[in-house]
């Protein structure tokens, strides 16, 4: 059926299964539709028999989805896995600030060439504020945390228990969001 355009005209629909859906939650995700932060609707949905656009019978209940405000496009609620752009700049600024703390506490804050180093690793990462004296005292605080005085040999000693447990904490969730290459350079 055409109408006089030539465009198809829209046939009512006598019968059919229509979803309500049911917004339970809301935040902000990284949509793989659009590719980037937007914000989502949790939602949860009951089927209808519907005639004539009436909802009569329940026909069950629907998996629970994420739909994306921009896009309005459902993925399943795994979708929330994925970090935000946001959070995922956070956790390599944290990965690159814990790992470079774990290199000078192997030894390395008795050169001036390997701090300014460390230092222009983390700025780099986007910490702009960080010091050379900072990075220092830090692996200080660590080094007491491990038992070791200034005079003992710190390179000759594994990390100390408090920069192992960070170093778990920071690269176990940060690691299955790298491609090999990007693991590979933290």
Known sequence: MRS???QRALRPVLCGVRTIWDAVGDGAFFCPGCGGDRNYRRLTGRR??????VPLVRRGETEPVVECAACLTHYAPEALD???TTRFSTMLREAVHTVTLAVLAAGGTTS???LEAAVATVRDAGL???TQEQLFTVVEVLAADTGRGSGSDPAAEACGPTLAIELHEVLAPLAPHLATAGRESV
């Open 48 to 53: 209808r028999l519907t005639v004539l656009g």
């Open 82 to 84: 994925r970090p935000t």
């Open 128 to 130: 702009d504020d960080c």
């Open 112 to 114: 001036r060439t390997v």
């Open 4 to 6: 006089a355009k030539g």
